[in-house]
């Protein structure tokens, strides 16, 4: 009753294709993880440069100009892709197809990794972006952004339109604040002069401006470009003219996120804001723009939503990307399976569990996750337009020269990002996700070699010839006594004919005589065997009866049907059943030995 | 392998006679408890008297006389009980005997509580009397108290009289190392005059000297006499006559008590002993008569195991006590059966947890534990002598009049001692102690209600007829493709006579009509029956096509026989069988369905 009150009635097959996005719904769902990256972009830049110094601030410009250009070629490239790909063309399937199987859990591990990341990444800057605006809700920070984890999850398991819809009203309001944000902010600023920070003051250089520092800059910035690639493995979520309209979608979506960007990086360069440890870049924006009002709380509102549902979309991608390995042999099959709502129930619980995880890890901090993000996501941009390369190498097909060129760039700028994040941000945190990849892509390999020998074990024989098996079948009742849970066994197992019998371990002589007196009127005309038991051990005397039984007869299945009382309420259980579990743990591992369990059922 | 290893080969039923105890290991296994309590009994006397200056500290040896009185009742009046309950007299058999079930309930409740006290205790006092000797171990006091509690566990587990072998050497060697320090001591304080430590030096007075305060001595020194009811307990473990050699034995015990307890009080007043936090009084008496030489660690040597073994009396009383319970229904079935080696495995195993889980929440300090304990054993020496002034009223017999004053004498000396400990230590914990006898109480009389009810609903008609159920049975088949683990499940089914269905839910018609065709190769003639599934829901499909049988013949069970993989390691497991596991928590609450496993072994 609770799980259909939280995740709504089962969906018909035939409604599967109604599960298709407008264009409209599918750049609230696909587009807000990259969007809501503003959030935090040009924050983690100053956040590196300002250890400089203040005076190192400007270079905040050059290196947001650099990710945009980023997010250009980014988006020509993945048009390429989702034409390509029409089925969805997620670095997995361009890396498979393409370059092979090792390529593609390198680029399946770094995704997985990535997805858990957006979610812990995005749920953390969207708490801060709440605790900038009522700082007494700072120390809560964490158990506010395991509920918002936790609100997500349930409403992806409702179904993926009916969270489309619940979610693109907050995206294109969030949408709206900040864009008000940097139109009146950048409209603004051309009737002020620029604030020229006293660089003696408020900062004080801890590191030379390098080369390398610059470049680290660059690295987390880099963080804004994370999500670009959703939209290309949901293509089949698209209505029809699927590739047409995500090629549509995600031009927009490169729009939205690199004005914004741009925007914000402007302004903040232009009234020399400082990072604060208590409030984000944008909230100071804001708070300078509007003042502390409506309009202020709206942008910081409208923020937090934006950066929720940027959690949202990896709730969309992750299980997606789950499946398609599990159909493949490289996850548990369970993980390929349709839930009720006809979405990907494991994958989504499986997601938001390790999203929780890292939260609670890393305290809800976002500056402290931030090291390990990004790192996946250029992996597999990179592997996806090499992919590229090689398939317009191979295939060849109209245009073929311009395209290999688009994706050449494209496979160029992202290798070499993904080297400059890689070796700046190494110490603090990628090698663990270099490790955990290590991890996932043995994990993977362990699964799919263990799925081939279980497949080999279990496959029949070409030549049709039958696996000889046991053709006779004894079955045997356990008795230590009579009641209306017995006979119900009793006359469970009558209830097909063949050989019965009953065993009774004799452990007291008058209590023998009884049970005997006892079963002539009740045993159905079942033959009573009485077991000696020198060692007084009832298990030990009837496992002994039952291995003679296997022993002297190799053509036979011995049957143990087994009286079980199952009480009302399930604590009652340790009050039952104690030497049933005995017995049924002694036989499981024995070849021909098969269990039955009949229940009695108390009612109080 | 590792079980048997630790615990010995199991012991026929014709062994179990000789399993009896000679006096002398008999006192060694039973009077640890009490006599091990004069390690601590003296030092906390003192350890109460210090709040109101070392001046009062005189009062020791009037509070001491006090408790010898005790000890003196205590054994007149146990050897009468011993007589008259020669299959064992526990307070509980005493008080549900004579007084009826509820006080009965009481004193159960007390002694377990109690049992599990003199477990944590004991080895609490041990591990002191071992970091007395050798200060740097006092900071692991917590661990090597869980280590000496899951020793004594294991040796217990190996059964009874080995353990009493075991053990009896190091009792001797205690209760010799005991006497030589209590001997040469009191004749050398003949030679010396006694200390009179300067009041205004080492004590100050925290409290006055007030008639409560002397209370609470006499209630904490009460510490010294838990244990002496044993013997009483454990009558049927001795040797032919059991009474006449418990009786015997039980004055071996309280003389070696008295004298020992009396000894070291009179010692630490004639040499103003003052308790220290990191050294127990024995051990200063030792080092003060000996130095500390070979003799002093031989006396601490002997204390530490003597508690240890201390311990272990608890180890053989209160499983007994728990099989007691368990015949009457108070306490779960399981309770009641032998272990392997003739011993109550069970209760040794939940003694022993309860024991660690005290120390760890106490973190092996024995004057915080002292609070709580004394109470129970006190609660329930009252029952048992309440419980014999009773019976000597009602049943009478030859001497009654006389045997009437001494349990009269018991049961009034250990009431106002109950009365005393528990308000004078009622806010230190011993409010603790009524709590968990009220809830114990409560959890008894539900165990025993509910056994009520089970039997009242299993209980076979008295006028034999037999109730109605089912007899005819479908076995149903549910396959999702065909290998050998599904034509082991079919060839089972086929073992014995009667409808088969296989059943198949038809989710894509391609693949429907491949399993159509293997099944006529392989199904064996049975009827393969695709069901559709308008929700995709395999586990919905299959739950609809049982629930109509079911409803459609209300005379038939349904049999369901569910292939299943059984992996060669466990963690495989998380790789298959989730259907089935579906399948079968769905059904196993369905009064008619039967399910069956039929598992099919991988070896690799």
Same sequence: chains 1, 2.
């Avoid at 990896?314 to 839930?339: N, Y």
């Avoid at 065993?503 to 159905?524: C, T």
């Avoid at 011995?558 to 079980?564: A, K, L, Q, R, S």
Wanted: overall charge positive; proline content about 4%; hydrophobic content about 50%.
């Amino acid at each position: 009753m609770l799980k259909r009150w939280l995740v709504g009635d089962p969906l018909k097959t035939k409604q599967a294709r109604h599960e298709r996005l407008s264009k409209t719904i599918a750049l609230a769902i696909f587009s807000s993880n990259a969007i809501s990256s503003v959030a935090y972009g040009t924050e983690e830049i100053l956040l590196v440069l300002v250890l400089a110094g203040t005076a190192a601030m400007a270079w905040s410009i050059p290196v947001s100009l650099a990710i945009l250009f980023l997010v250009l070629v980014l988006t020509i490239s993945y048009r390429q892709i989702i034409y390509e790909y029409p089925e969805g063309g997620g670095a997995y399937v361009v890396a498979k197809t393409n370059l092979g199987d090792q390529p593609a859990l390198v680029a399946a591990a770094a995704l997985m990794i990535d997805y858990v990341l957006t979610v812990a990444v995005s749920v953390a800057a969207g708490v801060a972006a709440i605790t900038s605006a009522v700082p007494s809700l700072f120390v809560h920070r964490e158990a506010l952004g395991l509920v918002a984890i936790l609100f997500i999850m349930v409403m992806n398991l409702r179904g993926v339109r009916e969270s489309g819809k619940f979610f693109a009203v907050p995206t294109y309001f969030a949408i709206a604040a900040l864009g008000l944000l940097v139109i009146v902010g950048t409209l603004k600023s051309f009737s002020t002069s620029p604030v020229a920070l006293p660089s003696t003051v408020t900062g004080k250089a801890l590191e030379d401006l390098t080369l390398f520092l610059i470049l680290r800059s660059f690295a987390v910035g880099c963080s804004a470009v994370t999500g670009m690639e959703v939209i290309s493995n949901g293509v089949k979520a698209f209505r029809h003219p699927e590739s047409k309209n995500a090629a549509t979608t995600i031009i927009w979506m490169s729009l939205i996120l690199g004005s914004l960007f741009m925007g914000i990086s402007w302004m903040a360069y232009h009234h020399g804001i400082v990072p604060k440890a208590d409030e984000t870049v944008v909230s100071q924006l804001a708070r300078q723009t509007f003042g502390s009002g409506t309009i202020y709380y709206a942008v910081q509102i409208g923020t937090m939503m934006l950066l929720i549902l940027a959690a949202n979309s990896a709730f969309a991608g992750f299980p997606q990307l789950a499946s398609i390995l599990a159909r493949d042999g490289f996850m548990p099959h369970q993980m390929a399976t349709f839930g009720d709502r006809l979405v990907f129930s494991n994958g989504i619980i499986i997601l938001g569990f390790f999203a929780c995880l890292l939260l609670v890890i890393f305290k809800g901090d976002t500056h402290a996750l931030i090291p390990l993000y990004a790192i996946g996501v250029f992996v597999s941009f990179t592997l996806s337009q090499s992919g590229m390369v090689k398939r317009w190498l191979v295939k060849k097909g109209p245009h073929w020269r311009k395209k290999l060129i688009v994706n050449g760039i494209g496979a160029v700028t992202t290798g070499i990002a993904t080297i400059i994040i890689a070796s700046t941000k190494f110490l603090q945190g990628a090698w663990i996700v270099f490790l955990l990849v290590a991890i996932l892509i043995f994990m993977f390999q362990g699964i799919r070699s263990h799925y081939k020998a279980v497949a080999e074990q279990i496959a029949l024989d070409r030549r049709g010839s039958r696996p000889p098996l046991p053709r006779r079948n004894i079955v045997i009742i356990p008795i230590s006594g009579l009641n209306r849970a017995v006979v119900r066994a009793v006359d469970f197992a009558r209830s097909r004919p063949g050989e019965i019998r009953a065993v009774y371990v004799d452990l007291d002589p008058e209590e023998s005589a009884k049970v005997k007196i006892q079963w002539a009127q009740w045993g159905g005309g079942i033959n009573l065997i009485a077991l000696p038991s020198p060692y007084r051990s009832v298990l030990g005397s009837l496992l002994e009866y039952i291995e003679e039984i296997l022993d002297k007869e190799p053509d036979i299945w011995v049957t143990v049907v087994i009286p079980e009382i199952l009480p009302a309420r399930w604590w009652q259980n340790i009050l039952h059943n104690q030497r049933a579990f005995m017995l049924k743990a002694a036989l499981l591992f024995k070849e021909r030995v098969i269990l039955i369990d009949v229940p009695f059922h108390l009612t109080r």
